[in-house]
């Protein structure tokens, strides 16, 4: 590994968005030739970190060294000038162009004439994909490519500009475990040659399978920094959380009723296949696995916004017409869906209007959608919930992340569900307006609903559900209730391993 | 770790995949082409003569330039809604030069038309850059604005066919054989412009703009500098055009180009450019152009009235569009399916 | 850990003081009048209060350079009359926009319906059974952009280029060269005179359009269906997640729109006693451009039925200004591409500035 210098530093660096303070007093060293983990839970602050190395954000206060020399980062082209190369779970890339052209754009190799140079363009990317293992043909569209080979075309653009950091971001979440062995080949290269990898990842055994190093960030700053050999996974699991893992839920008093929702045999092709299941009313059944276990299509299937190919849904043993949500809300049920600002919410518009999205038949009186109406139907939810707002009558993009999660949810719950299906329920919500969540769940199962919640914060699913279903590659692959169900038994049942080490 | 490398025949056939998929428009405008011509002739003789073969191409190399500017446009995700009045605006002004300065080369009337066309592609270009106001808004209103332009200055006034040069109304006719040394001249500058847009850079920054504009964005690529430039092609393009229809027609006043902007973008879309951006060719477009037209000529050959050619080409646009959504649709999932069982 | 009580204390993130359980009713119930007086203030600074000073102007400007702009006649024979059907056409086209969508074919949808109505009466068949043929048709015109947009799931910029040429041509074919102008003065009457009782201003297609303007207001603003609109232009799918059927309305939109383009098709060959191959195919433009000027948002969701009426009346006033002046004719076209350019740089001016700021500070500071 290293030389003595660190290539990359943040020093001391605070960021704050409004009244949201995203990081505080964070720091980090990278040094070359290492995969240097970097842990923490939603909101900890990592994505600001990434953003400010990519060259989106510049820090208020603190600096950035770069071989030991400050540097300011004031566009994403000045970062990738520098040698930081950042690879999103989103990889951006162009689906009308070529592998070959994707990973040269604006920088494709030229001869005589100034005339793009294709065959050495392709001879280079192959030379590019070798170490890396993979072999994509460089002339193929970038159309109808894998999330993963996505991936391989966004690290072979970064060792094409020489990147001497890379930063990825969750970068294993929507892989399967061959192509996830893929990707450790490609750091296991890229170290090679001489670069550092921040390896952002909530999957804790995979930090303990590749990085030298890693770093814990809690609310906004860093809290650990050691080794990994010298760490276990719940010394992580520690400082990322403050605590030890949150008291077992009181599942155990609820008495669950009878099944409310019944999927049988729900199949999609190249989604999910043979899913079945029941949530009973009172109970709180989680659905968890790793991101891109089909989950989140699972509750998209049974709401209606995707359609399925065979199997059923029945809802109080009455069967469910696919592909309609007005039906699947006619049927009671509700659906908090995965990704709070492009589904969850219309951020332009107001508090009040979004709490009534959902509701708008129930709002009007002689035909007319009356505001009036509106804004007492939003202030009594938003009163249920504590809602921390400015006027109902502003955007709700004003609200922060806690209180926009708490404006989808009253959406939902003001239409007095059977059965609610939330996705991701806490996702980049501040701790404490995440322990109301999971207490209003709680409730919320007390009095009846049948609660099926997505979560991927194993916490999360231990404190609040009284079972656990583990889909891994579009199947089902466990249920575990009770006692049965341990961080282990899950994490074993997502990643596919026969037995976890203890 | 073993290699991963994909089998050769894998590799292979899906190169050639979706090269076919992408010859296929051009090959199937080809082909309808040659049903129609062959339809035609065999039901009127005539039809497959010099006289209307030269029709068809005086009326196809008009739109096929306009075509081949528009589609540098619209590749980048952009519309150019001016071009005919820019067309209109530069055949009158170029034209009427003849009789405003003696004795000007037929040389300096063309590059006067072409500065013409270049300042009104550089106004949209600029507000559509600097400004990012949205093209189409933009170019649906210089349309209105370079015609109104255009009717200010003429007024009631027109130029006529004796004012101009014997040289210059012989241009768009002069031919070898059945074919005009201006289609050869049109379909030059379309290979042309299609090499450039396959082998430059600027061209392929073009593509990426439209196939991903914030991509292509953190890519470095500076979008302002190439929209704008596009719609500079596209006006210059357009100007040339005038001068152009200006000798060919021979009367110009100011109803000159009056709605081509439509028959250009079906032209486009016919040729199978994207009209979301991001693929298609210029040589597309430019048969786009010529099945257009050849159409167009053939109905009237058949004694069919020409009030079906509005309504056909309309019908054809939205046959294009349609063709166009299945074919992305299809080469998405089949190509989805072939990294998959390629990555078995 | 957390005590399910304590959630007094502000969390981080969030801007306001808490909402103890002890005060439900108190925040907003009826907002106390300085409040609704700074709402109004915050309306008044936005774009359609600068339309009505806009309004206010081309007010002044007409009356200053003609004595005839004020007067009865003029406002019935140049503003009512002759704009009624253009203005009707940005009902529609309105919550088109907002859905995010756009609709370029109502003008052919007019030619259509003005070619049918001369067809079927030159075929002999009663008036009244033309207008509803005719109006029929406006639906099945709208039907099929619905259904190329939602069920083929096609682009509604490019549908609609091609139905707009599809159903001119369509007009093309139904009356060929052939002029009809053999149109019964009981019918004509209506669109040449004024409506009676009031007070000779109102045509009949400008009455039409007011009462649709009403009507329309009323859907976009103040019922579920104008909310759903506005919501699917903002953000489709979280529109979608929220149980709103996305492709009934935007279906919906688009038969509305080709039947109050058949409707003001109608009006149009009684103004002109003419049925004629492709007339009044240009107004399509003119449409848009009063929309947007209106305030709405090309991209979608944002946008106010106040706003378009105030740019309609700044439009006609503006031109029948121009028209009394003896201004040439064609700088009326001139306005109204100025005024577009001016819609959409006006949103966009802000950002421009911005980004002349940064570009000017990047410069001072000399570098990076």
């Known amino acids: 590994m290293g030389t003595d210098k660190p290539l990359l530093v943040l020093e001391h660096v605070s960021k704050s968005f409004g009244a949201v303070q995203a990081l505080d007093d964070a720091s980090i060293e ?114 109808g490519l894998s999330i993963a080979d996505q991936q391989i075309v966004e690290i072979a653009k970064a060792l094409s500009l020489d990147a001497r950091v890379i930063v990825m971001d969750e970068p294993t979440a929507a892989l399967s475990a061959y192509e996830v062995e893929r990707l450790f080949g490609a750091v296991g290269a890229l170290r090679h040659n001489g670069a550092a990898v921040l390896f952002i990842s909530h999957r804790l055994e995979e930090v303990f399978q590749i990085c030298q190093r890693a770093t814990v960030m809690r609310d906004g700053r860093r809290v650990l920094c050691a080794p990994v050999s010298s760490l276990s996974a719940g010394d992580l699991v520690r400082a990322m959380v403050g605590r030890d893992m949150e008291a077992r839920g009181d599942g155990m008093r609820r008495v669950p009723g009878e099944p409310v929702l019944q999927v049988e045999r729900l199949t999609r092709e190249g989604v999910f296949v043979d899913i079945s299941f029941e949530v009973r009313s009172g109970e709180v059944v989680a659905l968890a696995g790793l991101v891109g276990a089909g989950r989140s299509e699972v509750a998209r299937a049974i709401f209606g916004i995707d359609s399925y190919d065979a199997g059923s849904v029945k809802v109080g043993g009455k069967p469910l017409r696919k592909g309609a949500p007005v039906a699947a809300m006619a049927a009671g049920v509700g659906l908090v869906p995965e990704d709070r600002r492009l589904q969850g919410l219309v951020m332009e518009l107001s508090t009040a209007a979004n709490i009534g999205l959902a509701s708008l038949g129930r709002l009007r009186r002689y035909r007319l959608l009356r505001r009036a109406v509106e804004r007492r139907f939003a202030e009594e939810w938003a009163t249920r919930l504590r809602l921390k707002y400015g006027r109902l009558s502003d955007a709700v993009s004003t609200l922060s992340g806690g209180n926009q999660q708490k404006v989808v949810l009253a959406k939902w719950l003001s239409r007095n569900p059977r059965v609610l299906i939330v996705d991701e329920p806490t996702r980049g919500i501040d701790v404490a307006t995440k322990a109301e969540v999971h207490r209003l769940l709680a409730d ?19 404190a609040v559900a009284d079972r656990v279903l583990v889909m891994r590659e579009g199947r089902l692959v466990a249920a575990l209730g009770g006692e049965e169900a341990t961080e282990q038994t899950i994490v074993a049942a997502a990643t596919g391993q026969a037995e976890v080490a203890a | 770790m073993a290699s991963l490398a994909f089998p050769a025949s894998a590799r292979l056939s899906s190169r050639r995949f979706v090269e076919a998929v992408m010859r296929a428009r051009e090959f199937g405008i080809v082909a309808v082409l040659v049903v129609f011509v062959v339809v035609t002739t065999s039901v009127q003789p005539r039809f497959f003569d010099n006289q209307n073969i030269k029709f068809v191409f005086s009326n196809a190399v008009i739109y096929a330039l ?156 500076p979008t302002g500098k190439r929209v704008f430039w596009g719609f500079v092609v596209s006006g210059g393009v357009a100007g040339l055009a005038g001068v152009l229809w200006a000798a060919t027609y021979g009367t110009i006043d100011s109803t000159a180009g009056y709605g081509y902007e439509l028959t250009v973008i079906a032209a486009v879309v016919v040729g199978g450019v994207n009209i979301f951006g991001g693929s298609g060719t210029v040589v597309g477009a430019a048969l786009g152009a010529l099945l257009l037209a050849t159409i167009n000529q053939a109905l009237y050959v058949l004694g069919i009235s020409s009030f079906w050619d509005p309504a056909i080409d309309g019908a054809l646009i939205l046959a294009a569009i349609s063709l166009d959504h299945w074919i992305t649709v299809r080469l998405t999932s089949a190509l989805r399916k072939r990294s998959v069982r390629g990555a078995a | 850990m957390v005590q399910p009580e304590a959630t007094i204390g502000v969390p981080a993130g969030s801007a306001k003081a808490p909402t103890a359980a002890s005060e439900p009713v108190a925040r ?63 009902l529609p086209m309105t919550l088109i926009i907002v859905s995010g ?16 109505v001369g067809y079927l009466w030159v075929q002999h068949w009663p008036m009244p059974a033309v207008i509803v043929c005719v109006l029929a048709t406006g639906v099945a015109c709208g039907a099929l952009n619905g259904l190329l947009v939602t069920r083929v799931g096609l682009p509604s910029l490019a549908v609609t280029i091609g139905t707009m040429t599809l159903y001119a041509g369509i007009s093309e074919l139904v009356l060929g060269p052939a002029i009809i102008t053999s149109f019964p003065a009981s019918y004509t009457s209506i669109g040449v005179d004024p409506v009676p009782g009031t007070a000779g201003l109102l045509s009949y297609s400008a009455l039409a359009y007011i009462a649709l303007a009403v009507i329309f207001a009323l859907v976009l603003h103040a019922t579920a269906f104008g909310r759903s609109v ?79 009426v105030l740019a309609v009346l700044v439009y006609c006033g503006l031109q029948s200004a121009l028209l009394l002046t003896n201004f040439n004719s064609n700088a009326l076209e001139l306005v109204t591409g100025g005024l577009l350019l001016l819609s959409v740089l006006i949103p966009n001016g802000g950002e421009l500035a911005a980004r002349a700021r940064r570009l000017g500070g990047r410069h001072l500071k000399g570098g990076l």
């Open chain 2, 66 to 221: 306009l075509a081949l500017g528009e589609t540098v446009v619209v590749i980048s995700r952009n519309y150019d809604l001016s071009v005919g009045s820019v067309l209109g605006l530069s055949a009158y002004l170029s034209s009427d030069l003849f009789q405003r300065a003696h004795g000007i080369p037929i040389v300096g009337v063309f590059a006067v038309g072409l500065a013409i066309g270049v300042g009104c592609g550089a106004v949209n270009g600029a507000i559509v850059a600097v400004a990012r106001v949205p093209s189409l808004v933009v170019t649906l209103a210089t349309l209105y604005i370079y015609r109104a332009t255009d009717v200010l200055i003429i007024g009631g006034g027109m130029v006529v066919a004796n004012t101009l040069p014997g040289g210059f109304l012989s241009i768009p006719t002069s031919s070898v054989g059945p074919v005009p040394y201006l289609a050869i001249a049109v379909a030059a500058a379309v290979a042309a412009a299609a090499y450039y847009l396959g082998t430059f850079r600027p061209g392929r920054d073009l593509y990426a703009i439209g196939s991903n504009p914030e991509a292509a964005r953190l890519a470095g690529v």
């Open chain 3, 230 to 308: 506005t919501a699917i232009g903002y953000n489709k799918e979280a529109a979608q997640f929220a149980g709103i059927r996305v492709k009934h309305v935007k279906t919906m939109l688009f038969v509305t729109s080709g039947l109050v383009s058949a409707m003001a098709g109608v009006l149009y060959t009684f103004r002109l006693s003419t049925a004629e191959a492709n007339n009044g195919t240009t107004l399509v433009l003119p449409v848009v451009a009063v929309v947007l000027l209106g305030g709405v948002s090309i991209f979608g969701g944002r946008g106010t039925m106040l706003g378009v």
């Open chain 3, 28 to 90: 907003g119930a009826v907002a106390p009048p300085r409040k609704r007086l700074r709402r109004w203030s915050r309306l008044a600074l936005r774009w359609e209060g600068a339309l009505v000073v806009a309004l206010a102007l081309t007010v002044a400007l007409g009356a200053v350079t003609s004595r005839q702009f004020l007067t009865a006649s003029n406002v019935f024979s140049n503003i009512s009359l002759l704009y009624g059907e253009l203005a009707m056409m940005t």
């Open chain 1, 30 to 143: 990278l040094f070359a030739g290492e995969a240097h983990a970097l842990v923490g839970e939603n909101g900890a602050g990592k994505s600001t970190l990434v953003k400010m190395l990519a060259g989106v954000h510049r820090p208020d206060r603190g600096r950035l060294l770069i071989d030991g020399r400050e540097a300011v980062l004031s566009s994403p082209a000045a970062a990738r000038a520098a040698g930081i190369a950042v690879i999103y779970q989103e990889p951006t890339l162009f689906p009308d162009l070529s592998v070959a052209e994707n990973i040269f754009m604006g920088r494709q190799p030229l001869r005589r004439g100034r005339r793009i140079d294709k065959k050495l363009m392709r001879r280079q990317v192959v030379e590019i994909l070798k170490p890396l293992g993979v072999g994509l043909d460089p002339d193929r569209l970038c159309r």
């Open chain 3, 101 to 116: 969508e756009i609709d370029l074919s109502v003008a052919s949808t007019l030619a259509l319906a003005n070619s049918l």
């Open chain 1, 444 to 462: 919320l199962a007390r009095s009846g609903v049948a609660v099926l919640m997505i979560s991927s914060e194993l916490p999360e699913v231990l």
